[in-house]
């Protein structure tokens, strides 16, 4: 069993900043990759960012160098500092948990198993 808890989402105007976390129990959380996705009204879900087991990164493009994620296993947390916030990354955010210990693949939202109930992020023009 695990559980996710987003927090941190809100109404920014265009350039601001927020910072997502996400807390986690249930599960031996250093051996899983975790993952941010978007949702907006209409589209699918979207990858935003991953964090691997062994801590490496991956990032949309249309998130690079804007966004960055982060872990702290002895939390439990995984965290999304987002920087430079535009209009189109108005969206639900959810925190995922990867199905599968030391996995190699983060961009998919069917390989992750347990989600968060999301977090709305609106950025105003």
């Known amino acids: 069993q695990v559980q996710l808890v987003e927090s941190g989402g809100g109404l920014v105007q265009a350039g601001g900043s927020l910072r997502l976390s996400c807390a986690a129990s249930g599960r031996t959380f250093s051996r899983y990759a975790m993952g941010w996705f978007r949702q907006a009204p209409g589209k699918g879900r979207e990858f935003v960012a991953a964090?691997?087991?062994?801590?490496?990164?991956y990032y949309a493009d249309s998130v690079k160098g804007r966004f960055t994620i982060s872990r702290d296993n002895a939390e439990m947390t995984v965290y999304l500092q987002m920087n430079g916030l535009k209009p189109e990354d108005t969206a639900t955010y959810y925190c995922a948990v990867h199905g599968q210990p030391y996995s190699v693949g983060y961009y998919y939202a069917p390989e992750y198993d347990s989600w968060g109930q999301g977090t709305q992020v609106t950025v105003s023009s």
């Open positions: 964090i691997s087991w062994s801590s490496n990164t």
